[in-house]
C-alpha cells in the first residue's frame, strides 16, 4: 500500500477545549503532506461548542444530535468515504497520539494485506510514570464473552514494546481501519450509545476474514480512566 489517504476523526460532545488539544496533536504527527485530513465531528454540544471548534479547526461536520460514539463518528466515517479516504483514523477527544504514531500504524496497513483493523499502545494520561492502558484486547469467550484490555497497569517500558501482534479487538480510544473493511461490514454498530460497539466491530471483522493487529510502536496518550470496551459480553 502506497502512503493512504487518511481521515482522522476526533468526536467532540461539550469539550471543544479538549477536542481541540487533540486535533492540535493530530496535525503534529508526521505524514504525508496532502494526505491527512482532520474532521471534528460535533455530537449535539450547542453552538457556542461549535463556534468554538471552527475558530480552530477547518473541517467540522455536526452531527444534529448527540448519537452517541459509533452515530457520531459514523457521521466522520461517511464523509471520509465519499471523499475518497484509503483509511479513517478514529481518536478520542482526550487522546494524544505521538508525532509517529499513525506512520506506524499504516506501516501495519501497507505490510499486512488482510489487517483491517491496526491500533495502537494507549498509555495512562494521569499516571506518575509511564504506563500502559492496553496494547489491544482480548476476549474471553468461555466467560461469556468479556473483553481484557492486555498490558493493562504495567510499566511502558520503551525496550519491551514487543513487535505487532494479533489481536480480538483493538480499543476505541485510537484505532485506524481500511476502507474495504467498512464498505464490507458496514460502518460501527450503533445499537450500543457507548462501549462495546468497537469490540462488536472487531469481532464482525475478524468473522469477515480480516485481521485485527495492534502495533506497540504507535503511542497515543489517553487521560480517561476508560479506555475502550469494558467487561462484559459481546454477542
Not at 96 to 101: F, I
Not at 125 to 148: E, H, L, N, Y
Not at 150 to 167: P, S, T, W, Y
Not at 179 to 198: A, D, H, S, T, W
Request: include cysteine; hydrophobic fraction near 40%.
Amino acid at each position: 500500500m502506497s502512503q493512504p489517504r487518511v481521515w482522522a476523526i476526533v468526536l467532540n460532545h461539550r469539550q471543544a477545549a479538549q477536542t481541540l488539544r487533540a486535533v492540535e496533536a493530530v496535525e503534529k504527527v508526521k505524514y504525508r503532506s496532502g494526505h491527512l485530513t482532520v474532521c471534528v465531528v460535533d455530537n449535539g454540544s450547542g453552538e457556542e461548542d461549535v463556534a468554538q471548534l471552527r475558530a480552530g479547526t477547518p473541517l467540522v461536520l455536526e452531527s444534529g444530535g448527540n448519537l452517541g460514539y459509533a452515530g457520531g463518528n459514523n457521521v466522520g466515517i461517511r464523509a471520509a468515504l465519499e471523499d475518497g479516504a484509503d483509511a479513517i483514523w478514529i481518536l478520542n477527544p482526550d487522546a494524544e497520539p505521538m508525532p509517529r504514531s499513525l506512520q506506524w500504524m499504516v506501516r501495519v496497513l501497507g505490510k499486512h494485506e488482510k489487517a483491517g483493523i491496526v491500533g495502537c499502545r494507549i498509555l495512562e494520561g494521569k499516571a506518575d510514570f509511564p504506563t500502559i492502558q492496553s496494547q489491544g484486547g482480548r476476549i474471553d469467550w468461555a466467560a461469556g464473552g468479556r473483553s481484557i484490555l492486555m498490558r493493562r497497569g504495567e510499566r511502558a517500558n520503551h525496550l519491551m514494546r514487543g513487535g505487532v501482534q494479533e489481536v480480538n479487538f483493538a480499543p476505541g480510544a485510537s484505532f485506524v481501519v481500511r476502507r474495504e473493511v467498512l464498505e464490507e461490514i458496514g460502518l460501527l454498530p450503533e445499537r450500543y450509545f457507548m462501549y462495546f460497539e468497537e469490540t462488536e466491530f472487531c469481532v464482525d471483522a475478524v468473522k469477515a476474514g480480516w485481521k485485527v493487529m495492534v502495533t506497540p510502536w504507535a503511542d497515543v496518550v489517553h487521560t480517561s480512566d476508560r479506555v475502550g470496551s469494558l467487561p462484559g459480553e459481546i454477542y
